[in-house]
């Protein structure tokens, strides 16, 4: 997150700042010292604010763009340290009230400011849809209190991936993590000083560095360690970042640490900065981060900062003090806030499309939004005289005021769109229970609904279907859990026909559907799912702990499959999902291999397969568009949301005991592919099937269970 500290840094630290001491300690003044700025920081500041907003508006060009954070985070620790340690030796401690009021006058702001417009969009059907309410209020909330990145942490959200709907505030995760450092480092740093001359001479320098160097390794280690056993919430928890911090704050500390050597400085700068852009094009959604990774772009930002002399132009530090690079350094906070809420918001704006043209409008948007922010918000607020002229409590009670109105505000954004809410949810429940003559797939699959018109009706309505989702989640475990969780539903009779459904999120999406049809046929229905791990025997190319997890997972799944006594199993799974093809031509190949071995198992003992083609996967929602524009215009390109060979396909194939479904007709026609189908709203987001449109493939899934059931039974 890049703090607005532009004018902060730690040059000649050693050098006690004299004006300090003249300083009122009833009065909260702006400058509290003199400024120190190093116009190469800055330049460092604009390269991690573009990698932010450029992986974010192009995620497939700059795959790693999301180490801009990581640089900020060191820029943050290198100054703010700077910033305390020359208070600390000039007076012997730190006022921590006018520390945090100049946080608060620099910071603030903007940042509500953004809050609360996110909470105008919110509060208004037509720019957000209804279904997206409940997580976009708690999300502007806990943005607003500052601790986004823990209410993400607790919620295992998954920022590296772009499945799912995030909301227009999740980027505020890092600015709630270095808001959370501002309130500790200086508490560090005063108890290190403390420890320093009550027991170490009146040694506060050197105990500090020691304090720091303590809490940067041990943060290290720990970052390494959660990366590994929990990566999703590693991401986002404070203590698992303290470490880059730390990092650049040794560089503050620790004069040698600066390079002024004419040759040593430009190696250092030149290699930091190939570094960053190295990672930022390399580094993807799959590299185990933060953990290890993350020392890669945070040494490449303490070495740009580290590399000091400035005595020819073909230095980085000359370089990134040119103007443009300054004036992106400049606005480069207001540009990280603005930039994630356009780029959500956008494909729901009626007049706005999703072309290259309209991306580079919109990124061109945040630049101007950027610095009228920094202009006329930033700038007069953290030199506004009514607080300034007054003692730090002012500023603090004003801060926690303003935060109270965007709360107010997004209070009121639930409670106008509540009603709406509640209204939707029981459409949804009805249309489920009651569905038209001829909707959905039967518009396709069943001949005599060939004349079926609903005259571009859509059930549920695009604004609602990213609620039409499958119940009971406590059976789909994610992530790094391995628990083999299983559920039963249906029949109790134990002479009841019992179904296993099994496999990874498109499993999962069709569990509401085969609930209604064990109970409409007397069958006993038991399920084993787990996110992104289809039930295969080949390993996921993805590394670290989640692979891991999905291999162990998988394992204990199938220790249970071979205790239980089934009848037929129906497993789905993702088209895309990354193989390993170690031992193999390719990973499709690995794939087919793994499908093939897992039914095998259930095979040998005379238990048939079922399974079914994989349904289209779209780059954004499909209901972002069909909100806004005609259902015509909103049709995909078969090429480019079908997979041609899903690895699940070929496994089925010539195997007698696998029987196969493919829909693919009733996604797509021979060049495009649709979202709605006979009025049915066919996504909730971007790959996954809404359980209405589910319901509607019931009547074929529930043949292809009976014939499978039949045949088996026969001698």
């Known amino acids: 997150m890049p703090s607005a500290d532009h004018d902060l840094g730690p040059q000649d630290l050693g050098v006690p700042a004299k004006t300090v001491t003249r300083e009122p300690r009833d009065r909260s003044p702006e400058h509290a010292e003199p400024s120190r700025f190093i116009p190469h920081v800055q330049g460092l500041r604009a390269i991690a604010v573009l990698c932010v907003v450029l992986y974010h508006f192009w995620p497939g060009r700059l795959t790693g763009g ?139 320098r050197r105990t500090v560095i020691g304090a720091l160097g303590i809490v940067t390794v041990v943060s290290f280690v720990f970052c390494v360690i959660f990366t590994i056993t929990n990566p999703a919430p ?104 603005w930039h994630w809420p356009l780029i959500v918001i956008a494909p729901s704006v009626p007049f706005w499309g999703l072309t290259i043209y309209h991306r580079v409008a919109l990124l061109a948007l945040c630049f101007v939004l950027a610095w009228l922010t920094k202009r006329f918000v930033e700038d007069p607020a953290r030199r506004w005289k009514v607080l300034t002229s007054r003692p730090p409590r002012v500023t603090l009670w004003t801060s926690l005021a303003a935060m109270m109105v965007v709360a107010l505000v997004a209070g009121t954004a639930w409670l106008v769109n509540a009603p709406l809410y509640s209204q939707g949810t029981r459409d949804i429940a009805a249309l489920q229970e009651n569905p038209p003559e001829c909707f959905g797939a039967a518009s396709v699959l069943d001949a005599s609904c060939a004349d079926a018109d609903f005259a571009g009706e859509i059930l549920p309505a695009p604004g609602f279907a990213g609620i039409d989702r499958p119940e009971h989640p406590q059976c789909f475990v994610q992530l790094t859990d391995s628990r083999p969780v299983s559920c039963t539903f249906g029949s109790d009779d134990p002479d009841a026909p019992r179904i296993a459904l099994i496999g990874d999120s498109h499993a999962y999406q069709l569990l509401t559907t085969f609930q209604r049809m064990a109970d409409e046929n007397g069958w006993q229905l038991v399920t084993w799912f787990k996110g992104a791990c289809p039930w295969n025997t080949t390993p996921l190319s993805t590394p670290g702990a989640f692979g891991a997890a999905c291999t162990e997972w998988r394992e204990r799944v199938q220790n249970a499959i071979d ?153």
């Open 66 to 204: 999301y180490i801009g954070v990581d640089i900020f985070f060191v820029i943050s620790g290198f100054l703010i340290t700077g910033h305390l340690m020359r208070e600390l030796t000039a007076t012997g401690t730190v006022r921590l009230g006018q520390f945090w009021a100049r946080r608060a006058r620099r910071l603030l702001p903007a940042s509500l400011l953004v809050l609360l417009f996110c909470a105008v969009v919110v509060m208004s059907p037509y720019l957000m849809p209804t279904s997206a309410l409940p997580n976009e209020v708690r999300e502007i909330l806990a943005s607003t209190f500052y601790v986004e990145n823990w209410y993400l942490a607790l919620n295992s959200a998954d920022y590296l991936n772009h499945a799912g709907s995030p909301t227009t505030v999740q980027h505020y995760w890092s600015l709630s993590l270095e808001e959370q450092f501002y309130v500790m480092w200086p508490l560090i740093m005063l108890l290190a000083a403390w420890i320093g001359v009550k027991w170490f001479r009146g040694e506060r």
């Open 234 to 337: 590693a991401y986002f928890v404070t203590f698992g970042r303290m470490w880059q911090f730390g990092v650049g704050a040794l560089i503050a500390l620790i004069p040698m640490l600066r390079v002024r050597n004419a040759l040593g400085s430009f190696l250092l700068g030149w290699g930091g900065i190939l570094l960053l852009l190295y990672v930022a094009f390399t580094f993807d959604a799959q590299t185990p981060f933060p953990g290890y990774m993350a020392a890669l772009p945070t040494l490449g930002a303490a070495a740009v900062i580290a590399a000091s002399n400035t005595d020819r132009w073909w230095y980085p530090t000359r370089i990134l003090a040119i103007r443009p690079a300054q004036f992106v350094g400049d606005i480069s906070y207001s540009l990280y806030l």
């Open 563 to 715: 205790d239980a006594d089934l009848d037929a199993v129906f497993t789905a799974a993702l088209a895309t999902t990354p193989y390993s093809s170690a031992g193999y031509d390719s990973s499709h190949d690995a794939a087919v291999a793994g499908y093939r071995e897992a039914w095998s198992t259930v095979q040998e003992r005379g238990i048939p397969v079922i399974t079914v083609v994989d349904n289209p996967v779209w780059e954004t929602d499909p209901n972002k568009c069909l909100r806004t524009r005609d259902v015509a215009e909103c049709d995909g390109v078969r090429s480019d949301v079908l997979v041609a060979d899903d690895p699940l396909k070929e496994a089925a194939s010539g195997l007698d005991a696998a029987t196969l479904l493919d829909f693919t007709d009733v996604y797509c026609g021979a060049e495009l592919c649709a979202p709605v189908v006979g009025g049915a709203n066919i996504y909730r987001d971007q790959d996954h099937l809404t359980v209405t449109f589910a319901d509607t493939l019931a009547p074929w899934y529930t043949a292809a269970i009976e014939t499978a059931l039949a045949k088996r039974g026969q001698p």
